[in-house]
Nanobody, 118 residues
């Protein structure tokens, strides 16, 4: 079993920065990829960033050049650094762990609200 705990959301003015954290615990060796999603009110959940076990990353076009994904293996923590924030980045942000342990799994964090004021 894998558990995820997110932190770092909050209220920020447009142009500001926030860093979200997602700390993993449990069978973290079974994780193959970590992902960040967001869901704005009335909209579908959107994949924002992905990092594979090997360290490959992918960023959605909508945030490319502003958001980066990284990790600290010693802390079992994945980060989403968000710079030059815009009001349209306002959403609940979720981290997700995907992996395999007897079967494919996906585990979601509790979500953290990011509000960007204009």
């Amino acid at each position: 079993q894998v558990q995820l705990v997110e932190s770092g959301g909050g209220l920020v003015q447009a142009g500001g920065s926030l860093r979200l954290s997602c700390t993993s615990s449990g069978s973290i060796f079974s994780i193959n990829a970590m992902e960040w999603y967001r869901q704005a009110p009335g909209k579908q959940r959107e994949l924002v960033a992905t990092m594979s076990k090997g360290g490959s990353t992918a960023i959605a076009d909508s945030v490319k050049g502003r958001f980066t994904i990284s990790r600290d293996n010693a802390k079992s923590t994945t980060y989403l650094q968000m710079n030059s924030l815009k009001p349209e980045d306002t959403a609940v942000y979720y981290c997700c762990a995907r992996g395999w342990y007897a079967a494919d799994f996906e585990v979601w964090g509790q979500g953290t609200l990011v509000t960007v004021s204009s």
